[in-house]
Nanobody, 123 residues
């Protein structure tokens, strides 16, 4: 089993920044891709960014390119999502997730999920 614990959500004004953290524990050797997803009220869960085990490959949704950065510190078993220039449309619950599959953005491919962190951006 793999456990994911997120932190760092909150309320911020438009144009501000937040950093989400996700500490990964358990059978981490089986994990090849980490991802951040978000779900706004009434909408489907969507992939925001992903990063492979070595950090060599990253993916960003078009809506966050140039504003969000995903990174990982393998020594700390932690994955980060730095969110800059936040917009009201970024408001959602953000989830950290882990997949045994390599370099995937499909929600169904992720085996483990965190509890979610609320991010609210006011206009």
């Amino acid at each position: 089993q793999v456990q994911l614990v997120e932190s760092g959500g909150g309320l911020v004004q438009a144009g501000g920044s937040l950093r989400l953290s996700c500490v990964v524990s358990g059978r981490t050797l089986s994990i090849n891709t980490m991802g951040w997803f978000r779900q706004a009220p009434g909408k489907d869960r969507e992939c925001v960014a992903t990063i492979t085990k070595s950090g060599g490959r990253t993916y960003y949704a078009n809506s966050v390119k140039g504003r969000f950065t995903i990174s990982r510190d393998n020594a700390k078993n932690t994955v980060y999502l730095q969110m800059n220039t936040l917009k009201p449309e970024d408001t959602a619950v953000y989830y950290c997730a882990a997949a045994t599959r390599w370099d995937t953005q499909a929600v169904v491919a992720y085996n483990y999920w965190g509890q979610g962190a609320q991010v609210t951006v006011s206009s």
